[in-house]
């Protein structure tokens, strides 16, 4: 069984910087991609950024989010990081990690809060 913790959610002010963990952490044979998806009140869940572990580690992003946001990982610790910086209001979300194994399981977190305001 694998489990994935997040960490580094709160309130920041508008133009602020966060940055999310997500210690992945059990039975882990083989990891095919790891990532960020968010979802704010009303909305669906939407994807915002992945890092794959294979071709030289490929990352994608979100429109919305490219520029201002990076994503990285650890390979030694089994933990991705989600570096946010310049914060809107609209990016105020719960944000969920997920795990993709090379057998096509997925994992996800349980969610961490952003709140971007005043």
């Known amino acids: 069984q694998v489990q994935l913790v997040e960490s580094g959610g709160g309130l920041v002010q508008p133009g602020g910087s966060l940055r999310l963990s997500c210690a992945a952490s059990g039975t882990i044979f083989s990891i095919n991609a790891m990532g960020w998806y968010r979802q704010a009140p009303g909305k669906q869940r939407e994807l915002i950024a992945s890092l794959s572990t294979g071709s030289g580690g490929r990352t994608n992003y979100a429109d919305f989010v490219k520029g201002r946001f990076t994503i990285s990982r650890d390979s030694a610790e089994n933990t991705a990081y989600l570096q946010m910086d310049s914060l809107k209001p609209e990016d105020t979300a719960v944000y969920y990690c997920?795990?993709?194994?090379?057998?096509?399981?997925?994992?996800w977190g349980q969610g961490t809060q952003v709140t971007v305001s005043a």
């Open positions: 997920f795990l993709t194994t090379l057998g096509g399981r997925n994992y």
